[in-house]
């Protein structure tokens, strides 16, 4: 609940308009378009590790059976 006990404090509010304003203004489809990227880069990158643990777990099988 606000009372009006506690003044507001300007310096806080300006940095917080320069940190909203400084976001820059991107296109809905062009931000899209970057976080799809991304994702895909990612969701890459964590198949790939996926694939060197499987190759490891299989060749440190092999190795114990021989």
């Known amino acids: ?3 009006g006990t ?3 404090d300007t310096t806080i509010g ?29 969701l890459m990158v964590v198949f790939l590790s996926n ?3 499987t190759q490891l777990a299989i060749a440190e099988r092999l190795q114990s059976i021989v």
């Open 6 to 8: 506690i003044t507001g």
């Open 51 to 53: 694939l060197t643990r």
């Open 14 to 42: 300006r940095q917080l308009l320069d940190a909203v304003a400084s976001v820059p203004k991107v296109d809905r489809q062009q931000f899209e378009q970057m976080f799809n990227n991304n994702i895909q880069d990612l």
């Open 1 to 3: 609940m606000q009372k």
